[in-house]
């Protein structure tokens, strides 16, 4: 029932802030899913986080804190974009 969304939902675990992406790494793979679903979760799932960082990088010299790379607002952004991957799941029913 859910096989056919699962590319979303695990979309969706690797975009939420604080999901461990290490354990996803770890677990996926073995768990007989299959391989595009992995690679294509993993592409688009990290490519928020990806932006942050690089984001960070470009602005280097001008971080006076911890707060000017991660802050609230960057978490609620990352929140939206993993709960938008969970609109077309729902959309189906």
Request: hydrophobic fraction near 50%; glycine fraction near 4%; charge should be positive.
């Amino acid at each position: 029932r859910f096989y056919n969304d699962l590319f979303f939902y695990m979309t969706f675990l690797r975009i939420f802030p604080g999901s461990p992406n290490w354990l996803m790494n770890i677990t996926f793979p073995h768990l007989g899913l299959k391989d595009h679903y992995v690679f294509f979760s993993i592409f688009f799932g990290l490519m928020p986080w990806n932006f942050i960082v690089c984001n960070a990088g470009s602005v280097l010299s001008s971080i006076q804190s911890k707060q000017d790379i991660v802050n609230p607002t960057r978490y609620i952004q990352l929140a939206i974009c993993a709960l938008l991957f969970l609109l077309p799941p729902l959309l189906k029913r």
